[in-house]
T-cell receptor, first 115, second 116 residues
Framework: GESVGLHLPTLSVQEGDNSIINCAYS??????FIWYKQESGKGPQFIID?????DKRQGQRVTVLLNKTVKHLSLQIAATQPGDSAVYFC??????????????FGKGITLSVRP | SAVISQKPSRDICQRGTSLTIQCQVD?????MFWYRQQPGQSLTLIAT?????????ESGFVIDKFPISRPNLTFSTLTVSNMSPEDSSIYLC?????????????FGPGTRLTVT
């Protein structure tokens, strides 16, 4: 079946540097994408979302980029901090179908911030 | 966003027994979702629970193994029945909310289950 996957299982960055977490999706019908952060011992926490009619969306210290041509999603974290250390998941769905918005999650990537 | 709590937060159970996990939301919601997250893995949807109707299960999950209740708009339970070590996972509930951009699922803290 179609799936959402991530290129790298782990990412190590220096504190203060920018982080880029990538995600590939295979369902071309997906029109809504979400990034989650999961800290150890906690449930996933919503970070930012983007619809397929957008290429870029910015939040506080985070930016999500969507390239529909190659079905690629990325999460950029500016000035990475130790508190950013977590597992990050991308998720995709298709809105407006009349059914519940079932999410398909990627495999997750661990971000480790070096002091 | 909605505040979601789960009980228990963790448990260690013997094989062959059953555990019921509770999910409480601080606001009324139409749909609640139950996920499983196996160690070091991503999230897999078990079922969707609407108040007043039977839960809808995803492929690979059956009601006899994971019975779900949804007695009102703020509460749901998931039971893991006749447990085996393969059921050791984090079980998460979630609810939907609109963000202005789309509809996001917000998650509870999870229930960490170990089956021995």
């Amino acid at each position: 079946g179609e799936s959402v996957g991530l290129h790298l299982p782990t990412l190590s960055v220096q504190e203060g540097d920018n982080s880029i977490i990538n995600c590939a999706y295979s369902n071309s019908a997906s029109d809504y994408f979400i990034w989650y952060k999961q800290e150890s011992g906690k449930g996933p926490q919503f970070i930012i979302d983007i619809r397929s009619n957008m290429d870029k969306r910015q939040g506080q210290r985070v930016t999500v980029l969507l390239n529909k041509t190659v079905k690629h999603l990325s999460l950029q974290i500016a000035a990475t901090q130790p508190g950013d250390s977590a597992v990050y998941f991308c998720a995709e769905t298709r809105l407006g179908t009349g059914a519940n918005s079932k999410l398909t999650f990627g495999k997750g990537i661990t971000l480790s911030v070096r002091p | 966003s909605a505040v979601i709590s789960q009980k228990p937060s963790r448990d260690i159970c013997q094989r062959g027994t059953s555990l019921t996990i509770q999910c409480q939301v601080d606001s009324q919601v139409t749909m609640m979702f139950w996920y499983r997250q196996q160690p070091g893995q991503s999230l897999t949807l078990i079922a969707t629970a609407n108040q007043g109707s039977e839960a809808t299960y995803e492929s690979g999950f059956v009601i006899d193994k994971f019975p779900i209740s949804r007695p009102n708009l703020t509460f749901s339970t998931l039971t893991v029945s006749n447990m085996s070590p393969e059921d050791s996972s984090i079980y998460l509930c979630s609810v939907e909310e609109g963000t202005g951009t789309g509809i996001v699922q917000y998650f509870g803290p999870g229930t960490r289950l170990t089956v021995t």
